[in-house]
């Protein structure tokens, strides 16, 4: 028989630090009333979540790793909306972020979840907001919780 380890969502007892981009903050505020709100359902204390805004998502990165490196934080949820344009500025930024969120993740050896949209248009952002498509900010809550079960499980 296999043995099979699996994370947990649990939010009892964790603190995390929820990184949201300005920019397209029609949207991000949306994505981060998610966050916050499945944060809570999951049994975090609302004084135990902090919620940091930069300009826009290629800011993400440096303030992610930054806040995944404090003691009191065990996890960041980042969370924003590069929307494609036209010109190649969205390859750079989404890029930009996504390479530096991977880094930051494993620099501070702790979940930096990628909550950024990266979507061709704002309809299909919208629809990641709350609507159709769910809400990314929710999903990447329970991805931080249930990742710091699981590192929490691997290291004991
Ligand atoms: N930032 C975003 O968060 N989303 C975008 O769609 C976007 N576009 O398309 O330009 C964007 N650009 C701003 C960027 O994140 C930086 O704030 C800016 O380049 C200053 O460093």
């Known amino acids: 028989?296999?043995?099979?380890?699996?994370?947990?969502?649990?939010?009892?007892?964790?603190?995390v630090a929820v990184v949201c981009a300005r920019f397209n903050e029609l949207i991000t505020r949306e994505l981060l009333r998610g966050c916050v709100d499945e944060l809570e359902r999951h049994g975090v204390d609302p004084d135990a979540i902090q919620v940091v805004w930069v300009p826009g998502a290629w800011e993400i990165p440096l303030v992610a790793s930054r806040l995944a490196r404090k003691d009191d934080v065990d996890a960041v949820v980042c969370l924003g909306a590069v929307i494609r344009g036209a010109t190649a500025h969205f390859d750079y930024v989404a890029g930009g972020a996504a390479r530096g969120l991977a880094q930051a993740s494993h620099?501070?050896?702790?979940?930096?979840?990628?909550?950024?949209?990266?979507?061709?248009?704002?309809?299909?952002?919208?629809?990641?907001?709350?609507?159709?498509?769910?809400?990314?900010?929710?999903?990447?809550?329970?991805?931080?919780?249930?990742?710091?079960d699981l590192l929490h499980t691997l290291s004991s």
Not at 1 to 15: F, K, L
Not at 122 to 138: C, D, H, L, M, S
């Open 1 to 15: 028989m296999a043995n099979v380890i699996q994370g947990r969502p649990r939010g009892e007892g964790r603190r």
């Open 107 to 148: 620099d501070a050896d702790k979940p930096v979840v990628f909550g950024i949209l990266t979507t061709d248009t704002i309809e299909q952002a919208v629809e990641r907001a709350g609507t159709k498509a769910g809400n990314k900010g929710r999903e990447a809550a329970t991805v931080a919780l249930e990742m710091v």
